[in-house]
């Protein structure tokens, strides 16, 4: 069967509808006041079935007009097209997170995981129980435009670079820089020059091929021609306070992770010898996604989850 197709070349789903109200009503103003259409579109309707099928649609019976049989077999075949169009649409547009299965995919270092993604889960809990979150990292800021723009993920947590300020996003919270040790640690409680301090045995977290976090320490550094040395570099924020708990080595983590694992791992903090800024964590997303009845529930819940977690005594706030 040949659909109608408009003068942009798109396939149009009209000349299924007249059909189907023209077979169910066997007349053409029912059918045309059926689907909110006048009579004169509808006969011009029956008329462009008619050539596009080579059938009369309707024809005369003893009461009044009747279908054919090849109509009411077509009618079938546009009824299940439309049924499925409907579905598609419905399902683009709608979204029940109690009943719907979806998997939303995000960019995030174990940093981020660890410090909001368990809570957002638990947040989830058991009343979304089709809901899945997979989490990808690491993926360096600068390719968050490009993972998300080809669909690869949904969102993307961290640090949001001005060159990508175009991405849609929120701010999830304020963190900083905090330089943590062993509680024992010998150079505990005291001023260190910023040559004594670039001389510790540092931990460097690089997560995603740059010193992420730690940047603005080393430009600082750098600045005062001054290198961190660095005794052990991983890409895994959370391998830090294992290491550094039965050892002098010191880290540059953020303060939300490091008070998370002050008490667990008996940690404490060294003052910088350098000043720097604060920074933001946001979720970010493409435009393509924005509108999406899914996403735009998913970025409720993340927000709710990490005021919920304030609410319970765990603050993100630097």
């Known amino acids: 069967m040949h659909q109608e197709r408009n003068a942009n070349g798109e396939l149009s789903f009209h000349l299924l509808k007249c059909l189907v109200a023209l077979v169910r009503h066997s007349h053409v103003s029912r059918a045309a006041e059926a689907i909110s259409i006048s009579q004169p579109a509808m006969s011009r309707a029956i008329g462009q ?23 009411l ?9 439309l049924e499925e169009m409907d579905e598609l649409l419905g399902n683009a547009v709608a979204f029940d997170p109690r009943v719907t299965r979806y998997l939303f995919r995000m960019v995030a270092t174990d940093y981020l995981e660890c410090l909001f993604v368990d809570h957002l889960v638990q947040h989830l809990g058991t009343e979304y129980p089709g809901i899945s979150i997979s989490v990808r990292h690491p993926v360096h800021p600068s390719q968050f435009n490009k993972v998300l723009e080809a669909g690869d993920v949904d969102f993307c947590v961290g640090i949001l670079p001005p060159s990508l300020r175009e991405l849609r996003h929120r701010l999830l ?47 600082a550094l750098a600045a005062q021609g001054l290198q961190r040395q660095r005794r052990y570099v991983t890409p895994n924020y959370l391998t830090a306070p294992h290491l550094l708990e039965k050892s002098d080595m010191v880290a540059l983590l953020p303060l939300s992770l490091a008070s998370r694992f002050r008490d667990r791992f008996g940690l404490a903090e060294l003052a910088l010898p350098v000043v720097v800024p604060a920074f933001d964590v946001y979720i970010s997303w493409h435009d393509r996604t924005h509108r999406h009845a899914a996403h735009i529930w998913f970025r409720d819940q993340v927000m709710q989850s990490l005021e919920l977690k304030v609410k319970d005594g765990h603050s993100l706030r630097a």
């Open 49 to 71: 079935l008619r050539t596009v099928t080579g059938d009369p649609i309707l024809v005369k019976g003893g009461s009044g007009l009747i279908p054919t049989a090849k109509a």
């Open 173 to 219: 919270f304020r963190d900083r820089i905090v330089c943590i040790a062993r509680a024992g640690h010998w150079a505990m409680g005291k001023t260190l020059t910023p040559a004594e301090f670039a001389g510790l045995e540092h931990v460097v977290i690089m997560p995603n091929t740059v010193n992420c976090f730690g940047e603005s320490v080393d430009q």
């Open 73 to 81: 077999q077509l009618r079938d075949f546009a009824e299940r097209i």
